[in-house]
């Protein structure tokens, strides 16, 4: 919960580091509020609440929620970019790679969330100047992260933006598999064990995550 004086403090903000600082503080709750709330529940009254900040200047800051989670996406996009490049080793095999990138993705289910819902709701209830921005932001942050995955994979020049997204929309796919029931929490006869075990989450990536880094290498090489 915010102090008690917390409102009247940021209503009084008017210097850059005062106006940074709640800015922060929205951020700060978004990414709170979003594990218990979920991605619809996060409104701007909720937002407004849990930040301590009155909802009206909430969009002095933000123009749309949709605007603070593209905002908070950007920062989480970071940390994974970052969090990834510390696992990359030289002479890493395809299949190391693979775990650690899936690793790295579920150690911040922040950044999944938002990344599912980024293109087909985020993006489309932001202005077209905070797209623009943003679309540069990502780019120049995935450009420092993929010649060093070219290099550690020796995939060719460009390679790395192709696979960064085919195993991110690939994760986002096998992500899926755990909404249904799981083989434990049946207790299936065995064959349809082995069945469900196919499509386990962690299965489906770990499998085809390989074959999508080699088949990428291939071809290039035609």
């Not at 790679?97 to 790295?104: K, T």
């Not at 993006?123 to 943003?134: P, T």
């Amino acid at each position: 919960m915010p102090e008690p004086n917390t409102r009247q403090r940021y209503q009084r903000a008017r210097r850059p580091g005062e106006k940074a600082e709640r800015r922060a503080a929205i951020l700060a709750a978004a990414e709170a509020l979003l594990p218990s709330v979920g991605f619809e529940g996060l409104t701007m009254t909720v937002l407004a609440k849990r930040s301590g900040i009155a909802k009206a200047t909430l969009y002095v800051y933000f123009e749309t929620r949709e605007e603070v989670l593209l905002t908070l996406y950007l920062e989480r996009l970071g940390v994974f970019c970052d969090a990834l490049a510390m696992e990359l080793r030289p002479g890493m095999t395809d299949e190391a790679f693979s775990r650690s990138f899936q690793a790295v993705l579920k150690a911040d289910p922040t950044y999944p969330q938002l990344q599912g819902r980024l293109e087909s709701v985020i993006e489309h209830n932001v202005s077209a100047e905070a797209l623009i921005e943003a679309k540069r932001m990502m780019r120049d942050r995935i450009g420092e992260l993929t010649p060093r995955i070219e290099e550690v994979l020796e995939l060719p020049l460009g390679a790395g933006d192709l696979l960064l997204a085919a195993l991110s929309a690939l994760s986002l796919g096998a992500a899926q598999t755990k909404l249904g029931p799981t083989v434990e929490a049946l207790d299936p006869p065995p064959d349809i064990a082995d069945f469900m075990r196919i499509y386990a989450e962690a299965d489906v990536f770990r499998a085809t995550a390989p074959m999508i880094i080699a088949g990428i290498r291939a071809q290039a090489q035609r």
